[in-house]
């Protein structure tokens, strides 16, 4: 029991950094923007970091990645959802659900279980796209992450002494010509979010499916070890970007860029509109980006084994099968 309410204790952390650091966007306010976090928080300049560009030429198809496993998702479970303006972004914390509830995801070769504790977005403006993640350099209107903890870890904090610790889906999105009507209770709530702290309870939880693209689709992915993408930029997500993008009309595109503010950067300052709350790629440094078994890569990614050894990997190989099983 006590062990449980500590855990339901440290949950806020994830959505505010720590009190007195003033990170914020260029959109906020040019004097906090993503180019300073790391004179706010040493993390953000860490050789780890998030968001990055998947170039598709470059990623290496790792064909022992499963599918991500999903429980839950497909259930509505009883409970309290929050839908809050945290000053940065608009978060949803799936709280109040009991441990036999929680919902859950089951990634990697190790087959590590994360549970769901919050999801919430990134979007640009009434011109721009807003995506954190690019692909082949190209941004996309809006993203939404969904952050997971792993059970192994106690608490927040614990997971995020571990490299491991958090593992976040990112989806993008792409403009529809018809409403996406899943989006509609997000939608329609952010009216009772308009500045930060704000909150809505929703009246019934709903299936977290319904937000993302059909689970077909969802074999097609990219994973690489990275950040949180918001200070303290902890360097303990392993992320799957999925690459199947989620439609949504523009006029709900809009209703995130005209309806909730920033907090006023200063006494007496108007309210900003919360646009472009994305922080820009990240250099991959020595990292790589595996392509699950389906998804997309170039044709020039294909392994770059030299012409000469071709015939000698197709021996080996040969040797391989035919050896005792
Ligand atoms: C608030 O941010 C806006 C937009 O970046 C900027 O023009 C303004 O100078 C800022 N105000 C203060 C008090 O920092
Ligand atoms: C999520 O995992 C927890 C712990 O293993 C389990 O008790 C719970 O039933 C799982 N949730 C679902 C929806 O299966
Ligand atoms: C923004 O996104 C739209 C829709 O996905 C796309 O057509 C457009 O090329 C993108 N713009 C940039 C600058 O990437
Ligand atoms: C949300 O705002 C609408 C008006 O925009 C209002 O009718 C409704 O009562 C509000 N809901 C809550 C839970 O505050
Ligand atoms: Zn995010």
Redesign the pocket.
Known sequence: MRRLALTFLALPLVLRAAPGVPWCYDSQDLKCGPRYWKDLAAGCGGDNQSPINIDRRKVQRDRNLGDVLFEGYDQAPPGKWRLMNNGHTVVMRLEGVSVSEHINITIGVLHEKYRALQFHFHWGNLK??GSEH?ID?????MELHLVHMNTKYKTFNEAKGHPNGLAVLGFL???SNADNSNYNTIVAGLKNISHQGDFVDLASTFCLNNLLPSMAKLSKYYRYQGSLTTPDCAEVVVWTLFEE?IPISQSQLNAFVNTVHFPANGTGTSLVKMTNNFRPPQPLKNRKVSASRDATISRSAMPSVGLPLLPLLLALQIVHFSGPS
């Open positions: 721009g796209n690019t350099g190209h941004q996309f209107p999105y792409k403009v993008p």
